[in-house]
């Protein structure tokens, strides 16, 4: 790993660690918690990638682990904004890693990338859309719709590290690896600027 | 003028700058965790010269003595003494000069503080190097107070007194050292073997050295969260340090779990990361 990723990726865990001592405004107890997880992931796991290198994505406690932010963010922003949802959005968080985990230490194989792909997929969707919607319904400063776009940039991310797995890359393992430190950084970037906004 | 910059080269490295550096924020951390108005700059760039001066003191000292074995080891036999880079003469009034230089300043700033910072330099020299560390593996437990020291002295400085406070941010370094050490004595096993020096690898097996590196990694993060409470640290950088106190916690069980020697150098590198990361947290109290 070069320098210069290395540096990304500090700068990466720095934003994530801003992100944890300011907490998001108004987010209750349990949504606080869903956000510290997935904020917390990101910054354990950019310092972990400047100890162990990229060699630590083949590991595959990291893409249990790794589903933390996904699932972390997206049901954190459900807690916050509909809270009537937050029970059925915790059940589904949990499930959703737990197939991940079983799959991925069980199965392996067709039925371990459909977990990924659905978890990583509805996460995703929520995470990109809810703070465009709650944008447009006049439920959040223009702001908070970075989140989304944040949200947009984590699923290319899962998306790319997700085909890479299963040996169908949308680009070149080479070219992912270049991008991955500048994608992460511009991705918690956007989450911090979009939570700045509330 | 290159021979002045190649002695000077050497010097450096008899200091063990990183581990001097390290254990000077502990210290500096635990000065700044009582909070303004004791945190004056010109307090702090005294702690920072004496701690700095009794520290690398104490290192070069420990460098003295150790040549014998540090010859021995394909690790440290590149050190400057056994290299040959500087005599054991002059590493010796090296060593005294900056450590009658630390302690001397130090008793002047304040005779508390003072008798701590001399305490951590008997502890290191004469207590682990010296008199255990060729004898027994516990030698880094028993020493490793030594590195518990600067905090102590720290707090001690800023408060007046020894209080359980700095009690809690020693204990957090001692209980930090066997993380930080045994994980290199696993991967210089045979280094260590060569040169005569027990340690809990070689003693009593790896797997064993394993239990004992994720217990006290527990120990230190139950023990810097319990300082941080103490101390009354705001609950965003709490949060913080919980985190990190969690990925300490997770490697050193998946280096239980799923042993490796790339995860036992990770969990060195994270260790002292994390000591950092807690200090650099406990000083922030103070702005």
Redesign the interface.
């Known amino acids: 790993m070069k320098q210069f990723d290395r540096a990304l990726l500090l700068i990466t865990g720095l934003l994530a660690?801003y992100q944890?001592?300011?907490?998001v405004k108004g987010a209750d107890a349990l949504a606080g918690l869903g956000y510290?997880t997935a904020?917390?992931v990101l910054?354990?796991a950019g310092?972990?990638l400047i100890?162990?290198g990229f060699e630590i994505l083949a590991s595959p406690?990291v893409v249990v682990v790794a589903a933390l932010i996904p699932l972390g963010l997206a049901f954190g922003l459900v807690a916050h904004y509909f809270a009537a949802f937050e029970m059925i959005a915790l059940g589904a968080a949990i499930i959703g890693l737990l197939a991940i985990a079983v799959t991925r230490f069980g199965a392996r194989g067709a039925l371990a990338t459909m977990a990924l792909a659905v978890v990583h997929g509805v996460a995703g969707i929520l995470i990109f859309g809810l703070p465009i919607v709650l944008w447009l319904r006049g439920s959040a400063p223009p702001g908070f719709a970075l989140v989304g776009g944040g949200g947009a940039l984590i699923g290319l991310g899962g998306l790319l590290l997700s085909f890479l797995k299963v040996g169908k890359p949308i680009l070149a393992q080479e070219t992912i690896l270049r991008v991955l430190p500048g994608l992460l950084l511009l991705m918690t970037a956007s989450f911090v600027a979009g939570f700045a906004a509330l | 003028m290159s021979s002045l910059k190649t002695r000077l080269r050497a010097y450096w490295t008899l200091i063990k700058s990183l581990q001097t550096g390290l254990l000077l924020i502990t210290g500096l951390a635990a000065y700044m965790s009582a909070r303004c108005p004791v945190t004056t700059w010109e307090t702090l760039l005294a702690v920072t010269a004496t701690l700095f001066l009794a520290i690398s003191g104490s290192t070069v000292l420990n460098m003295v003595y150790d040549r014998d074995i540090d010859a021995k080891m394909k690790r440290a036999c590149m050190r400057p003494l056994p290299a040959g880079k500087a005599s054991a003469r002059e590493a010796l009034a090296l060593g005294l000069v900056l450590s009658i230089a630390g302690i001397g300043g130090a008793l002047l700033m304040n005779p508390l503080y003072g008798a701590v910072v001399f305490a951590g330099l008997f502890f290191d020299v004469v207590v682990y190097t010296i008199w255990l560390k060729r004898r027994t593996p516990y030698s880094i437990i028993i020493g490793g107070w030594a590195g518990g020291m600067p905090a102590l002295a720290g707090r001690a400085l800023a408060v007046g007194a020894i209080d359980p406070l700095g009690i809690l941010l020693a204990l957090a370094v001692l209980l930090w050292i066997p993380t930080h050490i045994m994980t290199y004595n696993i991967k210089y096993v045979d280094d260590y073997a060569r040169a005569g020096v027990p340690t809990f690898p070689s003693v009593y097996g790896i797997r064993a050295t394993r239990v004992i590196i994720t217990l006290s990694s527990v120990g230190a993060a139950i023990a810097v969260m319990l300082a941080a409470i103490g101390i009354g640290m705001d609950w965003?950088?709490l949060?913080?340090l919980?985190?990190?106190s969690?990925?300490l916690l997770?490697?050193a069980a998946?280096s239980m779990w799923r042993p490796s020697e790339?995860l036992n150098l990770?969990l060195f590198?994270?260790a002292s990361?994390y000591m950092l990361g807690s200090m650099l947290l406990l000083a922030a109290e103070a702005f």
């Not at chain 1, 944890?20 to 907490?23: A, E, K, L, S």
């Open positions: 660690a944890i001592v300011v907490g510290l904020f917390g910054l354990v310092l972990l100890i162990f406690i | 965003g950088l949060r913080l919980v985190v990190l969690g990925g997770a490697l998946a790339r990770g590198k994270y990361v």
